[in-house]
T-cell receptor
Framework: QKEVEQNSGPLSVPEGAIASLNCTYS??????FFWYRQYSGKSPELIMF????GDKEDGRFTAQLNKASQYVSLLIRDSQPSDSATYLC?????????????FGKGTKLSVIP | EAEVAQSPRYKITEKSQAVAFWCDPI?????LYWYRQILGQGPELLVQ????????DSQLPKDRFSAERLKGVDSTLKIQPAELGDSAMYLC???????????????FGPGTRLTVL
């Protein structure tokens, strides 16, 4: 069973703080990892992807990957109320010669002004 | 900016009726996905196409669901007959990368919110 686990939250942080979102996955052979942001009633929006161990930064967002621990995280610096959304972690798993994404249930983030 | 198009955005139907959803992927994206998302859950893959061919439909309830992508561009997902438990958001996504690549960033359309009464 290929699983992706996230804390459902809600995670509340004050405006300007760092929000830390975590995700663990079950398949040690996984190679690619994605973070999506989903506002209420809207579709998921790709905000970050990471393929190699270490950190990847894009503006206020940093994705961190530790394949040995099967752990991926998303840091949001200088959190803004507009960051309030559900953040979905997705992992690409292989099956029958192709790759599919398995999503976690998402972590709901609330940024308090 | 290129986007995945879906229609309709909302659909209300009665159980036992037939419904159909349409998706037009980003131009040049050969891989297309249909997902179902229930409130409070992550999207779950229903079917994956590479061009006009089905790559994975292992999670598609084939007694009532069908999907096609006849010319390898736009796609239709059909439910017949609809059941109360089918109420969900139906999402279409596309990717430029081949289905055999793990580096397949997927971009979602706006979704179709289905309510079955």
């Amino acid at each position: 069973q290929k699983e992706v686990e996230q804390n459902s939250g809600p995670l509340s942080v004050p405006e300007g703080a760092i929000a830390s979102l975590n995700c663990t996955y079950s398949d040690r052979g996984s190679q690619s990892f994605f973070w999506y942001r989903q506002y209420s009633g809207k579709s998921p929006e790709l905000i970050m992807f990471i393929y190699s161990n270490g950190d990847k930064e894009d503006g206020r967002f940093t994705a961190q990957l530790n394949k040995a621990s099967q752990y991926v995280s998303l840091l949001i610096r200088d959190s803004q109320p507009s960051d309030s959304a559900t953040y979905l972690c997705a992992v690409a798993y292989s099956g029958a010669g192709s790759y599919q994404l398995t999503f976690g249930k998402g972590t709901k983030l609330s940024v308090i002004p | 900016e290129a986007e995945v198009a879906q229609s309709p955005r909302y659909k209300i139907t009665e159980k036992s009726q037939a419904v159909a959803f349409w998706c037009d992927p980003i131009s040049g994206h050969a891989t297309l996905y249909w997902y179902r998302q229930i409130l409070g859950q992550g999207p779950e893959l229903l079917v994956q196409f590479q061009d006009e061919s089905v790559v994975d439909d292992s999670q598609l309830p084939k007694d009532r669901f069908s999907a096609e992508r006849l010319k390898g561009v736009d796609s239709t997902l059909k439910i017949q007959p609809a059941e109360l438990g089918d109420s969900a958001m139906y999402l279409c996504a596309s990717s430029f990368s081949h289905s055999r690549s793990p580096y397949n960033e997927q971009f979602f359309g706006p979704g179709t919110r289905l309510t079955v009464l």
